[in-house]
């Protein structure tokens, strides 16, 4: 195997401090004579592994100050990326989630298209939200493990995917699909409503510059309210 050049490896350092969520947004990176320091490398070398990083979207370079850890950025006309459970907790009830599936593995030929990859592994995760013990909400979520490798470590019984990821992983670009949807057989069983029920189902991408970091489908029962607000 080729070994990974001196500025590939620098890159990868920092950008896993980033994607773990050690340092997070706003988070200033050691400065360049540091880094040269730790590594035993010339400025020209740090530069360049800093340069990828801000062409990635995960660093931006401040004049006299230095590089921080980028902050997402979103488009003014959208909806906000939500966090059921803040969702559901902000209507005053618990918020219990129950892991039906979680799976580290070779991406199947349809997941490849929904996260626009080549090949490579991808953590598949089934989850259930609850508001007060009832079903609220079904997630099945695929996350680009090239992108987040640190969720292939993730216990998300503890925290969910969503809130992890908004926590931890910046991104630049969300895209939604929004569909009323007739339930599944299983979906309906998950959710326990009747088969065929009319649901609101919520698709989601996230990118982090041309790179997909994540696709998620949300499955609710109808009634469920969006809320979306315009900046001018």
């Known amino acids: 195997m ?9 890159r990868q350092d920092i950008e896993a401090q980033i994607m773990s969520g050690a340092w997070e947004a706003g988070h200033r990176i050691p400065p360049e004579h540091q880094i040269m320091a730790d590594y035993g ?3 020209m070398t740090v530069s360049k592994a800093i340069a990828t990083l801000v062409e990635r979207g995960l660093v931006e370079r401040r004049k006299r100050a230095g590089s921080f850890v980028a902050a997402p950025t979103v488009h003014r006309a959208a909806l906000n990326i939500p966090d059921i459970a803040a969702e559901i907790e902000g209507q005053g009830y618990l918020h219990s989630l129950d892991i039906r599936a979680c799976m580290a593995r070779e991406a199947h030929e349809q997941e490849l298209i929904l996260l626009d990859m080549q090949s490579g592994d991808i ?3 089934t989850c259930l939200h609850y508001a007060d013990g009832k079903p609220f909400a079904l997630e099945e979520r695929l996350i680009n493990l090239g992108m987040v490798p640190a969720a ?5 019984s503890c925290e969910s ?3 992890w990821l908004l926590r931890h992983v910046p991104w630049t670009d969300a895209e939604h699909r929004i569909t009323a949807v007739m339930a599944t057989d299983e979906q309906a069983a998950q959710l326990d ?12 991408w996230t990118w982090r510059t041309a790179e997909r970091i994540t696709y998620v489908r949300q499955i609710y029962p109808g009634g469920h309210a969006l809320t979306a607000r315009f900046i001018a």
Do not use: N
Request: charged residues 30%; glycine residues 6%; aromatic residues 2%.
């Open 161 to 163: 995917p969503g809130r």
């Open 152 to 156: 292939r470590q993730m216990d998300f």
């Open 123 to 125: 953590l598949a995760i």
């Open 2 to 10: 080729k070994r990974a050049s001196l500025h590939d490896r620098i």
């Open 41 to 43: 490398c010339s400025r």
């Open 193 to 204: 409503l009747p088969a065929g029920s009319a649901c609101l189902s919520i698709e989601r």
